[in-house]
């Protein structure tokens, strides 16, 4: 044969081999993005049952945990001695962590949607503590929680009920793991605004910083005892975040303290439209 022809033969057949590789791949593709839909559906269909489960759920609980706390708090006007106003004590106590778990489980719901807005830093703070300060838990300590702002600070673009929830969740941790003042400090750094939750509490250990935002963690197992809750705040606050696009960042010292820290973009022109 001649080389010219052998040299032809020889193209015709590579380009046959790619276009049947070709048509392989397209094979493969299309069955992966078959396979991708069916885990998207599914995906959905999970998401969509968590959602009524735990809306059920949530709704379930909150009506007997009314009519407990309602008989728990009448109490009060019945106590004689110490170790009955001690023992009410104890049950105020387990009915405000009780209506905190539910509570949180409601957020860990509702929080899969966000509707950014126009909101003001120092408002979103103080919804945050009025919240705290309706938690008979918290009545008191609400008043170490101090706003320290850097200067003048722009109005943010982000969902003002869940920038609260972030603000109260992490200053719930913060609270509960601290006997001294906790701050928030805000910043502006160009066109963003750093909120930082800043503590002298026990710490978290450098090892453990990685798995606090795993909804159910504890650092200790004991912890939930010691302190109290169920591991499910911190899960809530990057969940929010997420929606957000923002990311949260830690840095703690065990017997020193922790901080959290994220940005959120100031309102320009073209968001305020």
Same mark, same amino acid.
């Given at each position: 044969? #001649?080389?010219?022809?052998?040299?032809?033969?020889?193209?015709?057949?590579?380009?046959?081999?790619?276009?049947?590789?070709?048509? /392989?791949? !397209?094979?493969?593709?299309?069955? @992966?993005?078959?396979?991708?839909?069916?885990?998207?559906?599914?995906?959905?269909?999970?998401?969509?049952?968590?959602?009524?489960?735990?809306?059920?759920?949530?709704?379930?609980?909150?009506?007997?945990?009314? #009519?407990?706390?309602?008989?728990?708090?009448?109490?009060?006007?019945?106590?004689?001695?110490?170790?009955?106003?001690? @023992?009410?004590? =104890?049950?105020?106590?387990?009915?405000?962590?009780?209506?905190?778990?539910?509570?949180?489980?409601?957020?860990?719901?509702?929080?899969?949607?966000?509707?950014?807005?126009?909101?003001?830093?120092?408002?979103?703070? /103080? =919804?945050?503590?009025?919240? @705290?300060?309706?938690?008979? !838990? =918290?009545?008191?300590?609400?008043?170490?929680?101090?706003?320290?702002? /850097?200067? $003048?600070?722009?109005?943010?673009?982000?969902?003002?009920?869940?920038?609260?929830?972030?603000?109260?969740?992490?200053?719930?941790?913060?609270?509960?793991?601290? $006997?001294?003042?906790?701050?928030?400090?805000?910043?502006?750094?160009?066109?963003?605004?750093?909120?930082?939750? $800043?503590?002298?509490?026990?710490?978290?250990?450098?090892?453990?910083?990685?798995?606090?935002? /795993?909804?159910?963690?504890?650092?200790?197992?004991?912890?939930?005892? #010691? =302190?109290?809750?169920?591991?499910?705040?911190?899960?809530?606050?990057?969940?929010? @975040?997420?929606? #957000?696009?923002?990311?949260?960042?830690?840095?703690?010292? $065990?017997?020193?303290?922790?901080?959290?820290?994220?940005?959120?973009?100031?309102?320009?022109?073209?968001?305020?439209?």
């Amino acid at each position: 044969m #001649h080389p010219v022809s052998r040299y032809i033969m020889s193209q015709f057949a590579w380009i046959k081999r790619l276009i049947e590789r070709n048509i /392989e791949l !397209e094979k493969q593709v299309l069955t @992966l993005k078959t396979q991708l839909q069916q885990q998207q559906r599914l995906n959905t269909e999970n998401e969509i049952l968590k959602d009524a489960i735990v809306r059920n759920v949530s709704h379930e609980l909150k009506t007997p945990l009314l #009519h407990l706390k309602s008989a728990i708090w009448m109490m009060d006007d019945t106590i004689t001695d110490d170790k009955q106003s001690e @023992l009410v004590r =104890y049950a105020k106590e387990a009915t405000t962590r009780l209506e905190i778990l539910v509570k949180n489980i409601t957020l860990l719901s509702a929080s899969s949607q966000v509707s950014p807005s126009v909101v003001l830093v120092r408002d979103a703070v /103080e =919804y945050a503590k009025r919240n @705290l300060g309706r938690i008979w !838990e =918290y009545q008191k300590d609400v008043a170490r929680v101090i706003y320290a702002p /850097e200067g $003048e600070i722009s109005p943010v673009f982000a969902d003002k009920q869940g920038l609260s929830t972030v603000l109260q969740l992490l200053l719930d941790n913060a609270l509960k793991f601290s $006997e001294k003042e906790v701050y928030i400090r805000a910043v502006q750094l160009g066109d963003s605004v750093r909120l930082t939750i $800043e503590d002298c509490g026990i710490g978290i250990p450098k090892d453990k910083i990685g798995a606090i935002f /795993e909804s159910f963690y504890q650092v200790d197992s004991s912890s939930t005892r #010691h =302190y109290g809750g169920m591991g499910i705040g911190l899960a809530i606050v990057r969940l929010i @975040l997420d929606r #957000h696009h923002v990311t949260i960042s830690v840095e703690s010292e $065990e017997g020193v303290g922790s901080k959290f820290w994220f940005d959120l973009p100031i309102v320009t022109m073209s968001k305020n439209g």
